[in-house]
C-alpha cells in the first residue's frame, strides 16, 4: 500500500493557507512521496497544482457532518497515512474531533492553549527577548467603553477572533459591521479589539516535533494582503538557525540560545519595540 501524505489547505489566493507551500518544500526534498491536496472549497485553486499526485474535496465547513468526516481522517491516520494540516479552523476541528495521532501533524490542545489570542500564553516564554502582546480590549465590553478604545487609537484598530482573521477598524459603522460578520464567521463572542503597529513587519517560524524545536527561519515580507497583516506568496528568508545550533532544546528561552543572540542583533539593527502579532505553525 503506498503511503500517502494528506495536506489541506490549498487555496492561494489574496489571504492563502500554507498547503501549497507545504507541498512544494515537501516535494523538492522528497520526490517520490505521495501528496495529496485537501480542501473544502472547490474553487481552491492549489488542488490543480502538478506537484500534487492526487486532490480531495471535502464538502464546506458548514455542511460538513463531523462524525462521518472524524472517522474518515481516523482512519486513514490508522492506516498509516499523514495528515498535515495547514488551516487554523481545521487545526482547532482536529484537536476537537480527532484528538493526537502519531500520524497527525497538527498544534496539540496545550500548543492551542498557549497561543490562543489575545493574552497568548507563549509570550511569557519570548519576554527575555522583548517580545510583547500589542495592547487590546474585549470587543463584548460596553459600546461607550469600545468608542472610547478606538478614539484613544486615532481609530486605527484591527478585530480579529481568537482563531483567525482580522479585520481592519476605520470607524464605529466599520466596527459594528466587522463584529457580525465575524461572530457569524467563527460562532464565538471572543472578538478582541487591537491596536494597529505600525513598522516593519518581520516572522521568526519555529518547527518542532513532539517537544522539540528542530529548527527555525526568519522571514521578511515583500507583500501583504488585502485582508490583515499576513505574509502572503514572496518571502525572503534572510537567516536560518538550523537544527545543529539549535541542539534540539526544549528551553529556548534560555539566555545563551542561538536564537536570543540571533534575535538580539536584529533588535539593535532595527533599534525600535517590536510585537508579538501572531503564531505560526510549521
Known sequence: MTQKIFISGMHSGQNPASGLGIARCLRQAFPDLYLVGVDHWQGSTGLNAPVLDEATLFPLWSQLDNASHARQVR???DDGHL????TDLEVHWLNDNVGP???LFAPTEHALEATSKPRVQ?????ESMGFRVPEYIPANLPDGEIHRFLRHN?????????????????SWGVFERARAQLK???KTEKLFLQRTIFGHEETIAFASYRGELVDAAHLTPLQTSITGPKIVQSLSIDA???ANKINRTRNPNQRNH???????QRRRQLGRPHHLMRTWWL
Do not use: F, G, M
Open 75 to 77: 482512519q486513514w491516520l
Open 184 to 186: 457569524q464567521n467563527w
Open 240 to 242: 536560518t538557525l538550523h
Open 258 to 264: 542561538p536564537l536570543h543572540s540571533a534575535w538580539n
Open 83 to 86: 495528515w498535515i494540516s495547514a
Open 101 to 103: 495521532h502519531e500520524n
Open 122 to 126: 507563549a509570550v511569557t516564554e519570548l
Open 154 to 170: 486615532a481609530w486605527q484598530c484591527w478585530l480579529k477572533s481568537p482563531y483567525h482573521d482580522a479585520r481592519r477598524v476605520t
